[in-house]
């Protein structure tokens, strides 16, 4: 079974930077597609951007294009989104998850493709 732990979240002004931290365990991310996604209240959960097994690939959502970067450590079994100039519309539960279906090339913003889910983390931008 697969445990993803999102940490990193937290309070900040608008313009400002936070990076979020996904730790898994019971079974190695090399062989997974990552993603992140966010959550804000009576809204749906969203895409935000995804990262292939091999890394060499990525995706973005166009709210977040040019603002946030996905990236991968496999041999600490960690995958990481650093967000800058944060905006009070970005304020969300963000959420990591893995697909383990597919080649090293493959990346997917689907919710219903992402097998495992973390229990989030909250990130909050004031005005």
């Known amino acids: 079974q697969v445990q993803l732990v999102e940490s990193g979240g937290g309070l900040v002004q608008a313009g400002g930077s936070l990076t979020l931290s996904c730790l898994a365990s019971?079974?190695?991310?090399?062989?997974?597609?990552m993603g992140w996604f966010r959550q804000a209240p009576e809204k749906e959960r969203e895409f935000v951007a995804t990262i292939s097994r091999s890394g060499t690939r990525t995706f973005y959502s166009d709210s977040v294009k040019g603002r946030f970067t996905i990236s991968r450590d496999n041999a600490k079994n960690t995958v990481y989104l650093q967000m800058n100039t944060l905006k009070p519309e970005d304020t969300a539960v963000y959420y990591c998850a893995a697909d383990f279906s597919g080649d090293i090339y493959y990346y997917t913003s689907r919710v219903r493709d992402y097998d495992y889910w973390g229990q989030g983390t909250q990130v909050t931008v004031s005005s």
């Open positions: 019971g079974r190695t991310i090399s062989s997974a597609v």
